[in-house]
Structures are given as structure tokens and as C-alpha cells.
């Protein structure tokens, strides 16, 4: 445990080391499964870490990836989802006619992936795979499963790698479940 705030210490569910070593490797899936040249979209922000890693990672399997971000949001300031996904900054690259990779931190409810990936393929882009760091099964409340997935994860609320509570815990190296 790591203690970071009065009264809050983080339980650590995966470590900097193991997801370095799943990151390299999700690379080495994409690259065999998409090409050397997709255009990788992370949604902005819980995902930034994660992608920053996984671009450096894909350089190093041979890729040479476009980027550019979306930022949507549904859980606003708290921890649950509103059930509703927001553009709060849309993509500027064309999206018509190229292969479309999004990057999301965690896939739970569905419903911000699922809104990306139909969101780029009415941009008539020519295909669009999903990658998470995340996934929580059982949770989803749309149809939607990831093309490439990190680690399955327990049904808590996780931190850190760019996940926040309530926009803290962001910069923690590892991901942890926050314990009162």
C-alpha cells in the first residue's frame, strides 16, 4: 500500500511493471492486426498515460501511427456514470477512409466506447478497433467488447495511469483501488 493523503491509502492492482510489459505487448497485437499506420484516437482523459505508452510502444514494434484525440466525458465530477457521453473536445485529423484505432482507459458501462467507435464510423472511416487498458465484465450497459484489452479488472472503482477520483490519483505509475 501507498499512503498519498491524510486517511487515503492505494491498494495496487497492477503494478508499473506489468502493465509496461502488457503494453508492449498489446502493441505487438495491434501492429499484426491493423497495420503499421493507424490512426490512434485516445479519449481524453483517463487514457493519456496509456496511450502516450502504447504510441512509444507501437514505434518500437515498427508502426508508424497518426494521432489525435477526443475527449468525452459521462461521469462529470463524481464516480458514477451519468449515462450520458459528452464531445468536450473533438478530433481535428479526417477520418474518412482510414483505420481507426480508439484508446480508452477502461471499458465498464460501454457507453463512451461505443460512442467513439460509431462516432468514427459515420466519419466513414475505413475501419475502427477499440483498445482499453481496463476491462470490467459484467458491468457493461450497451453492447460492446474491446478488439484489444489490457487486463480484466475487478468491479472496483480504480485510480491512477491517468484514471482519476474525482481528477486525483492521475499520476500514479501503477493502477489502485483507493482504501478509506
Known sequence: MSTLAPGARIS????AE???SRVRALAGEIVAEMGHSPLVIPVL???????ADLLRALHEAGAEPDMDFIGL?????????LGEVKIVRDTEAEIAGRDV????????????LAFAKDL?????AKSVKTCVLLDKPGKLAVQMKADFTGFQCADKF??????DMAHAY???????VVES
Do not use: C, H
Open 12 to 15: 495496487v492492482l497492477f503494478d
Open 18 to 20: 506489468s502493465i509496461a
Open 45 to 51: 482523459k483517463g487514457s493519456f498515460i496509456f496511450a
Open 73 to 81: 466525458s459521462s461521469y462529470g465530477r463524481g464516480t458514477l456514470s
Open 101 to 112: 484505432l480508439i484508446v480508452d482507459d477502461i471499458l465498464e458501462s460501454g457507453r463512451t
Open 120 to 124: 468514427m464510423a459515420a466519419r466513414r
Open 158 to 163: 480504480v485510480v491512477g495511469y491517468g484514471m
Open 170 to 176: 492521475r499520476q500514479l505509475p501503477f493502477v489502485g
